[in-house]
């Protein structure tokens, strides 16, 4: 695909109902018929809007710009784009996830059909090259795909306006639990493990090439370096096992070992002091960075 920008112009009122996950699921629900794709898209947007609300529950929406980047399907920028909100959405789709182009074709079209004001660029966040333009900038469960994490980052953080806040939700790969391919890293080397778990991987060759291992460690100094304010959450660790018991897309994905030591912490009513565990060891990694 080209790296065009493509616009879908429209001027509509602010919808009046609240932003919830049930509404995104009705919403979903008018653009294509239920299938596994679908069904994981609909379930990933549903979890996005859940890290989101925090920050959108407490924010002026009359004038709020979003960018969503590495948007996939983009569900998520399109139900937002549909309840009245400024939103982009950065996504180039490359050959790793070309099994979303025809769901994205259809979300885009019913965007186009609907005059929902949803605009879509194709690039790269590599690429991103916006300057203090957004309110809030996202990335879900996307900065392990990139190329450049790091400077990835960098570019968002500079298409915030000041006062704006980047939320980065992504694995910590300082725990060595491999979500994609569901494998227990043996050492960081991608060469190693692509030789231990080659059936595993051999399926989805171009998903596993672009993984880089993003680490707790790496952010942090990162953001030190350039003395940018940021919070890791330290919720996260209780969040995913709650996740577990109450969505079952989700914890169809999770190998046994994880289902096992939740449901140990649990009987253990142990729950509660996960948010103990330091935010550099606990698995997926949430930081809110802050733009002065």
């Known amino acids: 695909m080209s790296n065009s920008s493509d616009t879908i112009h429209s001027a509509i009122d ?34 996005g809007l859940s890290r989101l609300l925090p920050i959108l529950l407490l924010s002026d929406l009359g004038s709020f710009r979003m960018l969503e980047v590495g948007a996939g ?21 490359g050959s790793e996830f070309d099994f979303l182009a025809d769901l994205q074709t259809r979300v885009i079209d019913f965007c186009r059909r609907r005059a929902i004001p949803l605009q879509l660029i194709r690039k790269s966040a590599e690429q991103l090259d916006l300057t203090s333009d957004f ?44 979500v994609h391919f569901n494998i227990l890293l043996i050492t960081r080397s991608k060469t190693f493990n692509a030789w231990l778990y080659w059936s595993r991987i051999e399926r989805y060759r171009d998903v596993w090439n672009e993984l880089n291992f993003i680490r707790y460690i790496d952010i942090r100094r990162h953001l030190e370096a350039r003395k940018i304010p940021f919070k890791f959450s330290r ?18 994905r ?18 509660s002091r996960l948010d103990l565990i330091p935010a550099r060891f606990q698995t997926p990694m949430e930081v809110a960075i802050k733009k002065m």
Do not use: Q
């Open 135 to 178: 309110d809030v900038v996202f990335t879900i469960n996307a900065l392990e795909h990139m190329r450049d994490p790091l400077g990835s980052i960098d570019n968002m953080y500079r298409a915030l306006k000041p006062g704006g806040t980047l939320l980065v939700h992504c694995p910590n790969y300082t725990i060595p639990l491999e």
């Open 254 to 271: 999770m190998p046994t070992a994880v289902h096992t030591a939740c449901s140990m912490l649990s009987r253990l009513g142990l729950l």
């Open 235 to 252: 919720s996260i660790a209780r969040d995913l096992v709650l996740r577990l018991f109450s969505d079952p897309i989700f914890a169809r």
């Open 73 to 93: 399907s983009c569900l998520l920028s399109a139900y937002l784009a549909s309840r009245g909100l400024c939103v982009t959405a950065l996504e180039p789709l």
């Open 14 to 47: 602010p919808a009046d109902e609240p932003l919830g996950e049930s509404d995104l699921v009705n919403f979903c629900s008018e653009i294509v018929p239920k299938g596994a794709i679908y069904e994981m898209s609909v379930n990933e947007a549903r979890f």
